[in-house]
């Protein structure tokens, strides 16, 4: 209540997604002409530089996953897809898990055998991976942008994932969708092992897609809602 009645005092809030726009004036009551839209940008270029992971062994064909471990970005269900595929006899290219588990966050569950956890790397190496990953899988359940699909786009790596919370807002008709469920996500990443075709065409899409999004972007719009204000 106090949170809502502080909001008030406050002429301009800026938002990073319409999803979250949306969000803020359903919960806090916020009036729409109060709020700017200004999406966020994203740290690598086609340009980034790119150094192998020494750490952890790069198998030829993988997929990867970018994200904290925690419930939210929903590993579990890629675990679910792994088993799947092996009950299924259509064994998958492993899994590169990028990210870290939150102290007190529960684990999913036994991993899967052919998964491979990097942990918190460097950029360097997220480059690496990005660029020759088969594709980004993202089954995330919320997000408020969505970082992970914009990097992987600009640096010309596919990405699965659905139509949820904003990933739609930063991905554009540039991913692969599918339904939050194991079947869906099997079906998406065997069409992208078999297919070049497809992968070339989410490539050429994401490339295009990530090129809305800029920190210059970003900053410009910022600067022109305080400067509105002053």
Not at 188 to 200: F, K, N, S, T, Y
Request: proline share 7%; hydrophobic share 45%.
């Amino acid at each position: 209540m106090k949170l809502k009645q502080g909001i008030k005092h406050y002429n301009k809030f800026i938002s990073i997604s319409s999803f979250t726009a949306d969000e803020a004036m359903r919960l806090l009551d916020i009036p729409a002409k109060n709020i700017e839209v200004i999406h966020l940008g994203c740290d690598f270029q086609e340009s980034s530089l790119e150094i192998m992971p020494q750490a952890i062994s790069i198998p030829e064909e993988f997929f990867l996953f970018v994200g904290s471990l925690e419930p939210g970005k929903n590993l579990e269900l890629l675990r679910q897809v792994y088993l799947l595929s092996e009950l299924m006899g259509k064994p998958l290219p492993p899994l590169v898990v990028v990210g870290v588990r939150w102290e007190g966050v529960a684990r999913e569950g036994e991993w899967p055998k052919s998964w491979i956890a990097a942990g918190r790397i460097p950029d360097v190496n997220l480059v690496y991976l990005y660029r020759r990953a088969l594709a980004l899988v993202f089954p995330s359940i919320y997000e408020g942008f969505g970082f992970p699909p914009l990097e992987a786009m600009t640096l010309a790596c596919p990405v699965i994932c659905s139509s949820v919370a904003s990933i739609p807002e930063v991905t554009g008709s540039a991913a692969l969708y599918c339904e939050l469920n194991p079947d869906a996500y099997l079906n998406a990443m065997i069409r992208l092992v078999e297919d070049d075709q497809l992968r070339d065409e989410l490539i050429s899409k994401g490339l295009l897609q990530a090129s809305k999004f800029s920190w210059d972007k970003c900053a410009e719009e910022t600067y022109k809602v305080y400067k509105s204000l002053v």
